[in-house]
């Protein structure tokens, strides 16, 4: 079974910048994201590639600011967040799916081998 580990995960000052790591140990498949979950709130999509072809896909509210890349050296799902906002702050999970219908699914419910989340802590 895939294990997902993420890492990078810290606290900085708003208009700061962060990169985020999953690592994925196993087989990996087309489509890896990215999501978030802030105390008291739902888990939330962020970012989300399909890896064959690098199409990405962002929440609104990250759009411009954050990018979702894949090594496939490294075998990792990265996230680098730039121009961070206390409304970033959560803690950043990543998981994979394995539909495909298209396009990698927007919605939460059909990814999983979710990871343990890195704490992104975004101060005024």
């Known amino acids: 079974r895939t294990q997902l580990l993420e890492s990078g995960g810290d606290s900085v000052q708003a208009g700061g910048s962060l990169r985020l790591s999953c690592a994925a140990t196993g087989y990996t498949v087309r489509c890896m994201g990215w999501f978030r979950q802030a105390p008291g709130a739902l888990r939330e999509r962020v970012a989300v590639i399909d890896t064959d072809d690098g199409t990405t896909d962002y929440a609104d509210s990250v759009k411009g600011r954050f990018t979702i890349s894949r090594d496939s050296s490294k075998n990792t799902v990265d996230l680098q967040m730039n121009n961070l906002k206390p409304e970033d702050t959560a803690q950043y999970y990543c998981?994979?799916?394995?539909?495909?219908?298209?396009?990698?699914?927007?919605?939460?419910?059909?990814?999983?081998?979710w990871g343990q989340g890195t704490q992104v802590t975004v101060s005024s």
């Open positions: 998981a994979m799916s394995l539909y495909y219908n298209g396009a990698c699914p927007q919605s939460l419910r059909p990814y999983g081998n």
